[in-house]
């Protein structure tokens, strides 16, 4: 309304009944005196001006804002049996049975117009007005507590009784033109005085708060209607099922819902139900009446009553698959009761179990046995038992024959001398060398004697690779061996060699161990040569000499004379030198031989030559 229409009506509430007299001017009775007011300037002589924001305008408005008035209708009549009654429908509708009801909380909802005087100040300046604010019931709803069904007292005392937002009713008289300008102008001019303040942080704080418009409002009048919403808690029941609850909120002005759960259906009974009443059961999936469910003591988890069952061990209800049979009992049982056997995994009741001394793992009492050799128990898959007590353990108590894969304690063993292994008793042989007592397998056979013996003692034939003891074959200077009937008689010394001694004398022929040959190059018998060449003048066997001679002359031209003659060390050979001369005596040549005295024949090649200053030159073979 303009101020013309604002005093008019101010002063008929005052009970004074202004009338129109000429022009813009009105006049009334008061306490009997006539007065006359105007609303524009021209008419001021002769009457109180009243245009908007003369100071007989302020008081006016001042003193209306601080009375107030309000039209103000109530259009609830016994809210409460009303929504009681649309909740016993509503329940009813879906073929619960209704209990009872409470009633929680009420809100307030106004439809109308609210009168409002605002004022924007800043430090230095203010602006002052009424303004009618129109409120709808799209604005919202203002919660008024339990209290809130009951009828309305005086609503200018508080907006939220009769419904009005205050927030919203300030929020929309701020958008007044005339107020937002004033904001919008002093907002401006605060911007401006704050850059001209600088750096001065003091002034600039001063400028923004001498210059921050301020808003005030106070409501002065209403008019317009006041309807409620009742949230009302429904308690109701299925048959002979247990108590359900659900809220809706209820407008009893028109006997409307505004709010309600949602519908759904059991798929056990069909039954409509709102869902917060329905519960899902997590084995079958299926959504049921929350009465139909059970709920499990150990998971918390619900299912129908055809999928649970009893623990035996804890007697707690649990569902069917929290349960699982013992191996032992074959009861069911909770999961979580039953313990795990590290050897069989098969699970049971934990009083079923024992602790394995050795490996420290659980395992059925089943799976377990006393060791009857350190009296601990033990896990009979790791089960051992000695070969000679014939005592049951675990397996780490005993040692394992390495030569026959049995087992047996280690005081029942025998230690083998050369490896130092323990065996089952009986196992071990003597060496016939030694005397030790050791594994077969660390013993050979010698294949001369026939001696079984430590094979450390033993030696190969480098010919035919036949094993024999040290000492009972023939062996080289370089350490070879050979068997007796491998080696070969040395003619100079009558011993029989190992071959690889053995040497061939170039000039005779004759075979003998390389300690009667020459090493200067040349393979020669030495006792012969250093004969040949004088070195030696030995006259071994002289009384044999003449029928030496008698036997060989016959082979020779001219004259024959043994000039020296060594011995064999046996006796049995002799090596000579012999001067030969032919029959004039021209011609003298030193001839050499090995002479077996037993057959009185030469053995190998005779050979001839000529004694030189250098020594003895080979010439010919005779």
């Known amino acids: 309304m303009d101020s013309q229409e604002f005093v008019l009506a101010a002063l008929h509430t005052q009970g004074l009944n202004p009338r129109p007299e000429s022009g813009s001017v009105y006049v009334y009775e008061h306490d009997g005196k006539l007065n006359r007011i105007c609303f524009e300037d021209v008419d001021a002589e002769n009457a109180v001006l009243y245009r908007s924001g003369s100071p007989a305008f302020t008081r006016l408005a001042s003193g209306i804002a601080a009375i107030g008035k309000h039209r103000v209708t109530d259009l609830d009549d016994g809210p409460v049996a009303k929504a009681q009654i649309v909740a016993k429908?509503?329940?009813?509708?879906?073929?619960?049975?209704?209990?009872?009801?409470?009633?929680?909380?009420?809100?307030?909802?106004?439809?109308?117009?609210?009168?409002?005087?605002?004022?924007?100040?800043?430090?230095?300046?203010?602006?002052?007005?009424?303004?009618?604010?129109?409120?709808?019931?799209?604005?919202?709803?203002?919660?008024?507590?339990?209290?809130?069904?009951?009828?309305?007292?005086?609503?200018?005392?508080?907006?939220?009784?009769a419904g009005v937002n205050s927030l919203t009713l300030i929020e929309k008289a701020a958008r007044d033109e005339g107020v937002a300008e004033f904001c919008r102008f002093?907002?401006?001019?605060?911007?401006?005085?704050?850059?001209?303040?600088?750096?001065?942080?003091?002034?600039?704080?001063?400028?923004?708060?001498?210059?921050?418009?301020?808003?005030?409002?106070?409501?002065?009048?209403?008019?317009?209607?006041?309807?409620?919403?009742?949230?009302?808690?429904?308690?109701?029941?299925?048959?002979?099922?247990?108590?359900?609850?659900?809220?809706?909120?209820?407008?009893?002005?028109?006997?409307?819902?505004?709010?309600?759960?949602?519908?759904?259906?059991?798929?056990?009974?069909?039954?409509?139900?709102?869902?917060?009443?329905?519960?899902?059961?997590?084995?079958?999936?299926?959504?049921?009446?929350?009465?139909?469910?059970?709920?499990?003591?150990?998971?918390?988890?619900?299912?129908?009553?055809?999928?649970?069952?009893?623990?035996?061990?804890?007697?707690?209800?649990?569902?069917?698959?929290?349960?699982?049979?013992?191996?032992?009992?074959?009861?069911?049982?909770?999961?979580?009761?039953?313990?795990?056997?590290?050897?069989?995994?098969?699970?049971?009741?934990?009083?079923?179990?024992?602790?394995?001394?050795?490996?420290?793992?659980?395992?059925?009492?089943?799976?377990?046995?006393?060791?009857?050799?350190?009296?601990?128990?033990?896990?009979?898959?790791?089960?051992?038992?000695?070969?000679?007590?014939?005592?049951?353990?675990?397996?780490?108590?005993?040692?394992?024959?390495?030569?026959?894969?049995?087992?047996?304690?280690?005081?029942?063993g025998e230690r083998c001398d050369v490896t130092g292994r323990l065996v089952v008793p009986g196992l071990l042989c003597p060496c016939d060398v030694t005397n030790k007592r050791v594994l077969p397998s660390e013993l050979e056979k010698s294949s001369i004697s026939g001696k079984r013996a430590l094979k450390e003692l033993f030696v190969s034939s480098s010919l035919s690779g036949a094993r024999f003891l040290h000492g009972e074959g023939i062996a080289s200077a370089a350490g070879k061996h050979c068997l007796e009937q491998e080696s070969k008689l040395c003619l100079w010394s009558g011993k029989r060699c190992h071959p690889d001694d053995l040497r061939t004398c170039q000039l005779t022929r004759v075979t003998a161990h390389f300690e009667f040959m020459t090493n200067n190059g040349a393979i020669y018998l030495e006792p012969l040569v250093d004969l040949l060449n004088g070195l030696t003048r030995s006259a071994d066997q002289s009384e044999l000499w003449p029928q030496i001679i008698s036997r060989i002359s016959t082979s020779f031209d001219g004259r024959?004379?043994?000039?020296?003659?060594?011995?064999?060390?046996?006796?049995?050979?002799?090596?000579?030198?012999?001067?030969?001369?032919?029959?004039?005596?021209?011609?003298?040549?030193?001839?050499?031989?090995?002479?077996?005295?037993?057959?009185?024949?030469?053995?190998?090649?005779?050979?001839?030559?000529?004694?030189?200053?250098?020594?003895?030159?080979?010439e010919r073979t005779i």
């Open 89 to 161: 429908e509503w329940v009813e509708g879906f073929g619960a049975r209704f209990i009872s009801c409470d009633m929680p909380d009420t809100a307030r909802s106004f439809e109308g117009a609210a009168t409002v005087r605002v004022r924007a100040a800043v430090a230095h300046d203010s602006y002052e007005r009424l303004i009618d604010v129109p409120i709808s019931p799209d604005d919202g709803w203002v919660s008024a507590g339990v209290g809130g069904a009951s009828p309305l007292v005086d609503p200018l005392k508080s907006s939220e009784a």
């Open 186 to 412: 002093y907002l401006d001019r605060r911007k401006v005085e704050i850059e001209s303040a600088g750096d001065d942080a003091r002034r600039r704080k001063k400028m923004e708060d001498d210059f921050t418009p301020r808003l005030e409002a106070f409501l002065v009048g209403l008019e317009g209607t006041v309807r409620r919403r009742v949230t009302i808690d429904t308690k109701f029941a299925f048959d002979s099922g247990p108590e359900y609850h659900s809220e809706i909120a209820v407008v009893p002005a028109d006997n409307r819902i505004v709010r309600a759960p949602e519908m759904g259906c059991c798929a056990a009974t069909n039954q409509i139900a709102p869902v917060n009443c329905l519960g899902r059961c997590e084995v079958s999936g299926l959504t049921v009446l929350k009465h139909l469910l059970k709920i499990s003591e150990v998971s918390g988890r619900s299912a129908l009553a055809e999928f649970m069952s009893i623990c035996e061990e804890t007697k707690k209800v649990a569902l069917k698959d929290e349960l699982e049979p013992s191996a032992v009992t074959g009861r069911l049982v909770l999961s979580s009761v039953l313990g795990t056997s590290a050897i069989s995994g098969q699970r049971a009741e934990g009083r079923f179990f024992a602790k394995c001394d050795f490996t420290g793992v659980d395992a059925l009492e089943s799976e377990l046995a006393l060791s009857q050799v350190s009296g601990k128990r033990y896990r009979k898959d790791r089960q051992q038992r000695s070969a000679v007590c014939g005592k049951t353990g675990y397996v780490e108590e005993f040692i394992v024959c390495p030569e026959t894969g049995h087992s047996l304690l280690a005081e029942e």
């Open 560 to 618: 024959l004379q043994i000039q020296a003659a060594l011995s064999s060390p046996t006796g049995r050979y002799l090596a000579l030198c012999l001067e030969a001369k032919n029959w004039f005596g021209l011609r003298t040549r030193q001839i050499g031989m090995v002479y077996a005295v037993g057959p009185g024949l030469a053995v190998g090649r005779v050979v001839s030559g000529r004694r030189q200053a250098e020594g003895w030159e080979f």
